[in-house]
């Protein structure tokens, strides 16, 4: 019995290596401007805001003159 094989065409082939290639240029963009985002987040202290708890677990901003 003699064995078939099924070969896609290189047009589809080519096709599924250009969405990879466009897929991993996209992913590797976002990641950049993730870096560029907490670079930013970093330099800008209204972005992060620190929180001090109390023995009673509500919390309250740092620096708001109660001890």
């Known amino acids: 019995m ?3 094989t099924y ?3 290189q047009r589809s082939m ?3 290596g ?8 996209m992913l590797v963009i976002g990641g950049i ?3 560029f985002r907490g670079i930013m987040a970093l330099g800008d202290d209204a972005i992060i ?14 620096g708001d003159g109660f001890t």
């Open 2 to 4: 003699a064995q078939t």
């Open 7 to 9: 070969q896609r065409p």
């Open 14 to 16: 080519e096709v599924a």
């Open 33 to 35: 401007l993730d870096i």
């Open 49 to 62: 805001v620190s929180r001090r708890t109390t023995c009673s677990g509500s919390t309250r901003p740092a």
């Open 18 to 25: 250009g969405l990879v290639a466009f897929g991993a240029v």
